[in-house]
């Protein structure tokens, strides 16, 4: 059986490694596909490479891209007028590319990223949530811009004023996804961005009823630290949504869905389990996941 994790941002990939160094391979990652990109003739897939650079120890200081990656394509890029908004390293514009021409030779995205992700050496299943096409995109200003853009161009610090994941009412989760909640002994939700990094998963059609019919407890990480956000724009994203940025909102966003959350205030009326939730090193991301099953396996229905 295996130990689920929905997941998206930084916090989700985090919590990937704590719960990658108990259960190993028995783990399956579902990774937030909303955020993918096509630029300079790659796809780009930032959720699901940046928790498999985290899976593979090759996750670079920053928080994200390749340790030890350069810029060389980058620098040359911009040598040549392109307007480079969106960095990528050089090896991680490789396994871009390389996914890339894995997609126009017939492999899903499934597929595909499993093959790249063996490559570097990881054990666990990582899992594009959908085969198909899902965009996330937020209105602001008056305009729709895709989430990439309203990340870096602008910064995440315009109003926000709509969120839509254009694409989901056509797609469904892979079947590789709803085998794994079907097999599934524990469901976690990542401290993730409820809103722009875990929506987009659970917008897609049969997903919740998918969750709903596994069995297995679902137990959130709250991604509220000490009463803040750690970094992004959750707070907006909860504003957006009429919530507080707190842990009871963050349970409320998730309403009906949840069995219990993990998290280091109260969390109102779920069942919860207070345990300090900053992730800052491999230590803490074990303490994390291990409260997380522990809250799991308290909830779990007698067989």
């Known amino acids: 059986m295996s130990v689920v994790l929905l997941s998206g941002g930084t916090g989700g ?8 160094d108990i259960v190993g391979a028995e783990l399956a990652v579902i990774a937030n596909t909303g955020d993918d990109i096509q630029i300079y003739s790659a796809h780009v897939s930032p959720d699901p490479d940046l928790i498999t650079y985290w899976l593979a120890d090759r996750i670079d200081e920053r928080g994200w891209g390749l340790a030890g990656d350069t810029f060389a394509a980058m620098a040359m890029l911009r040598e040549l007028g392109v307007d480079v908004w969106f960095n990528l ?6 396994l871009c590319l390389e996914r890339r021409r894995l997609l126009d030779d017939g492999l899903s995205a499934t597929e595909a990223h499993a093959r790249l992700a063996a490559a570097l050496g990881v054990r666990a299943r990582v899992l594009p949530m ?3 096409p899902v965009l996330t995109r937020i209105r602001t200003r008056g305009a729709w811009v895709g ?3 309203f990340m870096i161009r602008l910064g995440a610090g315009a109003p926000i004023e709509d969120v839509e994941f254009a694409g989901a009412e056509d797609a469904v989760p892979s079947p590789a996804v709803l ?3 079907a097999d599934a002994r524990a469901i976690i939700v990542g401290p993730s961005n409820p809103v722009i990094s875990i929506g987009p998963i659970i917008a897609l059609p049969g997903l919740r009823e998918a969750l709903a019919a596994a069995g297995a407890p679902i137990v959130a990480v709250s991604p509220i630290v000490a009463g803040a956000v750690l970094k992004g724009p959750t707070a907006e994203c ?3 949504a009429g919530l507080p940025a707190s842990t009871q909102g963050v349970a409320r ?4 869905l949840l069995d219990g959350i993990v998290s280091d205030d109260p969390a109102g009326d779920i069942a919860s389990l207070r345990c300090e939730t900053l992730m800052s090193n491999a230590e803490q991301r074990r303490l994390v996941a291990e409260r997380a099953l522990e809250l799991s396996e308290s909830l779990a229905r007698p067989s």
């Open 130 to 132: 959908s085969d198909q």
């Open 253 to 256: 966003f998730y309403e009906g």
């Open 13 to 20: 990939a985090k919590l990937a490694r704590g719960l990658y």
């Open 89 to 94: 390293g050089d090896g991680d514009l490789a």
């Open 147 to 149: 989430l990439q853009e």
């Open 179 to 181: 085998a794994a909640i």
């Open 238 to 240: 909860l504003a957006w």
